[in-house]
């Protein structure tokens, strides 16, 4: 069973950056693609950025695109989401997810981590 565990989260004044980590235990993630996903309150949870298990393929949201850089360590265990020039829109909280099939920035993925909370405001 994989296990996901997103940490990074916090407190950014707009402009700012913070870098997410996706940690798995379990299983090693290196047959697993990766994607980032938020949801901020009262909205519905949005693909954010995806990566490919063998780290060749990225995907970004129009509204993060420049500004977020997926990546990956296999050797870690871990995808990390690097995000800068963060906007006050930015804040959510930012979840996880891997699957062996590629679905990008679709919801269908296997396994989900607990959600780290990224606030934007000064």
């Known amino acids: 069973q994989l296990q996901l565990v997103e940490s990074g989260g916090g407190l950014v004044q707009p402009g700012g950056s913070l870098r997410l980590s996706c940690a798995a235990s379990g299983l090693s993630l290196e047959n697993y693609a990766i994607a980032w996903f938020r949801q901020a309150p009262g909205k519905e949870r949005e693909g954010v950025s995806y990566?490919?298990?063998?780290?060749?393929?990225?995907t970004y949201a129009d509204s993060v695109k420049g500004r977020f850089t997926i990546s990956r360590d296999n050797a870690k265990n871990t995808v990390y989401l690097r995000m800068n020039s963060l906007k006050p829109e930015d804040a959510a909280v930012y979840y996880c997810?891997?699957?062996?099939?590629?679905?990008?920035?679709?919801?269908?993925?296997?396994?989900w981590g607990q959600g780290t909370q990224v606030t934007v405001s000064s």
């Open positions: 990566i490919s298990a063998s780290g060749g393929r990225t």
């Open positions: 997810a891997a699957d062996r099939l590629n679905w990008e920035l679709a919801m269908e993925y296997r396994y």
